[in-house]
Nanobody, 121 residues
Framework: QVQLVESGGGLVQAGGSLRLSCAAS????????MAWYRQAPGKQRELVAA???????NYADSVKGRFTISRDNAKKTVYLQMNSLKPEDTAVYYC???????????????WGRGTQVTVSS
């Protein structure tokens, strides 16, 4: 079992920056990819950024050039550096990790509880 705890959310003015962190604990030996999603009221949850075990990254078009995802494997933590924030970035941000179960030879997804990010005009 894996537990994820997000931190770093809060209120920031447009144009400002915020850094989210997500720390994994529990059965974290075989963490594969890590990602950040977000969900605004009345909208679908969307992928914001993802990073593989090898460090390759993918970003939603809406955040390219503004957000940066990174990971610290020793700390079992994934980060999301958010710069040039816009009001439309306002959402609950969720951390997700993919863990390999070596016994069953299959992957499982684990989600954090989410952290609120609010960007004011």
């Amino acid at each position: 079992q894996v537990q994820l705890v997000e931190s770093g959310g809060g209120l920031v003015q447009a144009g400002g920056s915020l850094r989210l962190s997500c720390a994994a604990s529990g059965s974290t030996t075989n963490i594969n990819s890590m990602a950040w999603y977000r969900q605004a009221p009345g909208k679908q949850r969307e992928l914001v950024a993802a990073i593989t075990s090898g460090g390759s990254t993918n970003y939603a078009d809406s955040v390219k050039g503004r957000f940066t995802i990174s990971r610290d494997n020793a700390k079992k933590t994934v980060y999301l550096q958010m710069n040039s924030l816009k009001p439309e970035d306002t959402a609950v941000y969720y951390c997700k990790v993919v863990v390999l179960d070596t016994y069953y030879a299959r992957f499982s997804d684990y989600w954090g509880r989410g952290t609120q990010v609010t960007v004011s005009s």
